[in-house]
Each structure stands twice: as structure tokens, then as C-alpha cells.
């Protein structure tokens, strides 16, 4: 290989860059932290094992150092939190923090600026809480609608067996009806647009996201930096979504305000969140203004972001395990024919509870979704964990995810197996959180929209179990598409073939 004289300076200099960021980010531990996993190579740690093996590399870490420990990843070093420690990380809600820990990595703050106000989220809980919880028997109904208007259109007729793609997608846009219905009301949830703008919010976000956090080795502030510049530059895919929606929104507003003057007590208000806003003394308005707009439009948007992709990517996920397991599939389907011939077709929430089998099927499914470690909480102050182990302010601990679903304890000697009726045997239905069941989170921060991902998961899956033989191409189980500690639900398809009536 042949150097000129006149590459040696550049050399020199990729050598000092790479001794200073070397020097920087050397791992600097205090007292009593949990043990740090050796590592061979400088500044790379354990990227390498986490990015491309981290299932196995976090059991034999988990085998070795015990619960919790630190690894070095991407330039920084991170608390693995496994089944002795994850709940005290989520009963310490004011010490460790979600939205910190998430922002460098999913900056919705750069398209959805009220995301930054940490009054947003507080709102948003409580909105989901008492305008969709606390409501869902009155959505029931419009939810099963929306779900088979999807069916019908979409999958339709299955006379001749039918490969459904589901990658990438996942049912994003059947799961976007219902949460349309009920987040903006029955006027303009069966617009296209509408519903489109609703499935594709997320997706076109997490597009430009899409870039591995290599300049993390720096600091995280700069992958954030770089993967944001197409935005600060005015590339905005997403801003298209904001602006249909607030297109749709605004004779809709209009004409609610209007008719609430005009009928003054005899106004009947719709059930959906959009009149839970209007009603809000903290919302009230005369007029809708644009700034008015934009402020619901991006309210909605954030819970568009927590709502959709999570219930349809485990809907998916759901549906698959439920294809590639013909044992069950009597046994299930049995319970959906009956529950359907009780309720002639009308599903109410007294149905949906009487789905124990399919509840303790989707628990299952939830428990077994295969990511490692996930749902990052920042420490905000120094803590010391009731063994006695310390972390500093400004560390990020990882749920071990794998090492709390897979205890032997709660799932005996093969937590991996899939165990579908485990639930209902042991009376935990698939919305309950528990020690050893993290999939919404523990504690004051427990995904407060659990209820009604749910209920639109059961029905979406007893409504397809009830039309079509459902089956994987390979006629077995597919595997699960693995990002580093994440996962997604197998992108084989499958294939819909309608069941003689
Ligand atoms: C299967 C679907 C879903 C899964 C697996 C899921 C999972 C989670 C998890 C793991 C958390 C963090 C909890 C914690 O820190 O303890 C969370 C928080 C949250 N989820 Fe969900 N979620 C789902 C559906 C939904 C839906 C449908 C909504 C809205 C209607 C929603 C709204 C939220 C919100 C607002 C938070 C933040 C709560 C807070 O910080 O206090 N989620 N979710």
C-alpha cells in the first residue's frame, strides 16, 4: 500500500480526534457503583455484543455480574436493570424519568414543540385516563365498526387463501381508525385523509430517525444534532399530517362552538377527545384561531405517537403467534364463536371481559415479544439502590426486559415456551401490570392507555379469528425481526382465507 507524505498529517490528526474522544469518554465510575462488564476495545465497549447479540450477551452478563450491572455502549455507559431491580427504577418515579431518557434518541419536541412543556404529558395521562378509559364502554361500539370497516376493505374477501404483507406497516391503519373515532369524533374519522395522516405520522417520524447512533460514540446531543438537520433545515415529511388534520379539524371546531352557543344547556356534547378539549376551562376559546389548531392538532399528534404503532405492532405480533400455532386454534376460535352468537355480532365491554382465553392468548404474546431491553429511564439524581449499589445524576437505565419475562420463578423451568393460558390459570388479564409482566410499565407511570390498546387488540383479533383461517407461509412459528435489544413482529405475511359460514 503506498501513503503519500502528504496523508501523514491526517494521520496525526484521526489519531489525536480519536485519543481525545478515547480520553473524554474513558468510563468514569463512582463508588459502589453495580459491577462494569470488562470490555477489550476502547471507546467501541460492548457496542458490538449489544448492537448485533444482545440476547446473549446480556444473559451471560446477567449470569456473571448478577442484577444490576453497567455496560459501555455507543460512548456511554448504561445500568442494566433486571428482575431484582427494574421496579425499584419505576417506583422512584421522581428520581428516574421515560420522556428524559427517550428525547436524544425520538426528539418529537423538534415537530411537536408543546412536548417540551412538561405540563404536555401530565395532560395527556389525564386525558387518556378520564376521556378514553374511563369511557370505553361508550367507544365499544364505534371501535368494532371502525375495526370492520378496515376488515372489509382491506382484507375482504378470502375465498381463495391471501398473503397479507405486514412489514413495516403492521395494521397501522387498522389500529388508526378507532383511534381516529375516538380522538377526533365520528365526522371525520372515515376520512381517508385523516386516517392516513393518523397511520403514517409515526412512521414518516421515525424515518428520518432511522440513522445508528454512531456519533453517540461523541455524544448523544450530536446523533441528535445530525439526525435532526433535515428538519431544522425544512425538510418536515411530517408536517403534511399536521396540516390535514388541522384542515379537517377546523369546520368541525367551528361548528361545535357555534352549536354550543346557539343550544346553550340542550347542546349534547360527542364523546371523543376533541370535545374533552373544548370543555377543558384550560382550552376554552371563542374562536378557532390557527394557533388554537395547532395547539390541539399537536396535543392529539402526541397521542397518535403513543398509540398507534404500539397496539398494532402487538396486534401484528399477536396475530402471528396465533398463525403459527395450529394447537390453539379450536380452542380459541370456539371461545370467539360463542361470545359472538351471545352478543348477535354487537360486541360490548361485558363480551370483550368474557374473551378470557384470547386475553390470556394476547398476555401471552405481549410477554414473549421477544425485545431484550427497552423503556430507558433517565436518573436525574444520584441514587442508591436498596442493596446498596449507586448510580450517578445522568445515567440511563435499561429495562432488562428478557431477564423480568423470562424468570423462572413466575414462568417455571422454560419461561420461553409460550404458555397461553399462564394468565388465565394465574388470573392476570393481559392489561395488568405486575413484577414479573413489564410490558406497560410499572407504577405511577404505567402506560395509562393499557385498557384501550387492549380492548382494540381483542376485538381486531376476534373479528379476524371469526372470518378467516388465519396461518403463517411456513405453516410454523415466524421469528421476530431483532434490532440490537429491540423487536419487531416477523414480516413473512400471512395469509388470510375466509371460513365457510
Ligand atoms: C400494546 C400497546 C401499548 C404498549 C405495549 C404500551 C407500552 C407503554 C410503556 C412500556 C410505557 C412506559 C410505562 C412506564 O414508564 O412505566 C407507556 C407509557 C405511556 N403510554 Fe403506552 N403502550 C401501549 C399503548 C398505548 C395507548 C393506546 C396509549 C394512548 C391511548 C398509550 C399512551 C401512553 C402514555 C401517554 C404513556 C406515558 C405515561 C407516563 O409517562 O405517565 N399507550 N406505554
Redesign the pocket.
Known amino acids: 500500500m503506498y501513503f503519500s507524505f502528504e496523508t501523514i498529517p491526517t494521520f496525526v490528526w484521526v489519531f489525536i480526534a480519536t485519543y481525545a474522544i478515547y480520553l473524554i469518554k474513558k468510563p468514569r465510575l463512582s463508588k459502589n457503583e453495580p459491577p462494569m462488564v470488562p470490555y477489550k476495545y476502547p471507546i467501541i465497549g460492548h457496542t458490538v455484543d449489544y448492537a448485533l447479540n444482545a440476547d446473549n450477551f446480556l444473559v451471560e452478563c446477567r449470569q456473571k455480574y448478577g442484577d444490576p450491572f453497567n455496560i459501555y455502549v455507543f460512548g456511554q455507559v448504561f445500568t442494566i436493570a433486571g428482575n431484582e431491580i427494574a421496579h425499584e427504577v419505576?417506583k422512584q418515579s421522581d428520581t428516574f424519568s421515560?420522556?428524559i431518557a427517550t428525547r436524544d434518541m425520538f426528539p418529537l419536541y423538534r415537530v411537536l414543540k408543546s412536548v417540551l412543556d412538561p405540563g404536555t404529558?401530565e395532560q395527556?395521562?389525564k386525558t387518556?385516563r378520564e376521556g378514553?378509559t374511563a369511557k370505553l364502554s361508550l367507544y365499544t361500539g364505534r371501535l368494532q365498526k371502525q375495526i370492520m370497516t378496515y376488515i372489509n376493505k382491506e382484507i375482504g374477501d378470502c375465498s381463495s387463501p391471501k398473503l397479507i404483507k405486514t412489514a413495516n406497516d403492521n395494521f397501522a391503519s387498522m389500529i388508526a381508525r378507532p383511534?381516529a373515532d375516538v380522538l377526533v369524533g365520528q365526522e371525520i374519522s372515515k376520512n381517508e385523509d385523516v386516517i392516513k395522516a393518523f397511520a403514517d405520522f409515526t412512521k414518516d417520524f421515525t424515518k428520518i430517525l432511522a440513522i445508528p447512533p454512531i456519533l453517540s460514540f461523541i455524544h448523544p446531543k450530536v446523533h441528535t444534532q445530525v439526525i435532526t438537520l433535515p428538519l431544522r433545515i425544512g425538510f418536515n415529511p411530517i408536517l403534511k399530517h399536521l396540516i390535514t388534520l388541522k384542515k379537517h379539524l377546523k369546520p368541525v371546531l367551528e361548528k361545535r362552538l357555534k352549536e354550543k352557543k346557539i343550544l346553550g344547556e340542550k347542546y349534547e356534547p360527542p364523546v371523543d377527545i376533541v370535545e374533552y378539549f373544548l370543555d377543558n376551562p384550560e382550552y376554552e376559546t371563542k374562536a378557532i384561531t390557527d394557533d388554537y389548531l395547532t395547539k390541539i392538532t399537536e396535543f392529539l399528534f402526541s397521542?397518535v405517537v403513543?398509540?398507534i404503532h404500539?397496539?398494532s405492532?402487538?396486534l401484528t405480533s399477536a396475530l402471528y403467534d396465533f398463525a403459527g400455532r395450529p394447537e390453539f386454534w379450536d380452542d380459541i376460535y370456539e371461545e370467539q364463536l360463542r361470545i359472538d352468537k351471545e352478543c348477535n355480532g354487537e360486541l360490548t365491554p361485558h363480551h370483550i371481559n368474557k374473551m378470557v382465553k384470547l386475553d390470556s392468548f394476547l398476555r401471552e404474546s405481549?410477554r414473549t415479544f421477544d425485545a431484550v431491553a427497552s423503556?430507558p429511564?433517565r436518573c436525574l439524581e444520584s441514587y442508591t439502590f436498596k442493596n446498596g449499589m449507586t448510580i450517578p445524576k445522568g445515567r440511563t437505565v435499561q429495562t432488562y426486559l428478557m431477564d423480568i419475562h423470562y424468570n423462572t420463578t413466575a414462568y417455571g423451568p422454560e419461561p420461553r415456551s409460550f404458555l397461553p393460558y399462564h394468565g388465565l390459570e394465574n388470573n392476570f388479564s393481559a392489561s395488568r401490570t405486575d413484577k414479573n409482566f413489564?410490558?406497560?410499565?410499572?407504577?405511577?407511570?404505567?402506560?395509562?392507555?393499557?385498557f384501550?390498546?387492549?380492548s382494540e387488540?381483542k376485538i381486531g383479533l376476534h373479528k379476524l379469528i371469526l372470518n378467516y383461517h388465519i396461518r403463517t407461509p411456513s405453516g410454523k412459528v415466524e421469528k421476530k425481526v431483532h434490532y440490537g435489544p429491540f423487536s419487531e413482529p416477523p414480516v413473512a405475511g400471512l395469509i388470510f382465507e375466509s371460513r365457510k359460514k
Do not use: D, N, Q, W
Not at 438 to 450: E, L, S, V
Open positions: 419505576y421515560l420522556t404529558l395527556v395521562v387518556i378514553i383511534i397521542i403513543a398509540s404500539t397496539t405492532r402487538h405481549l423503556t429511564h413489564f410490558m406497560f410499565g410499572a407504577g405511577k407511570h404505567a402506560c395509562p392507555g393499557r384501550f390498546a387492549v387488540i
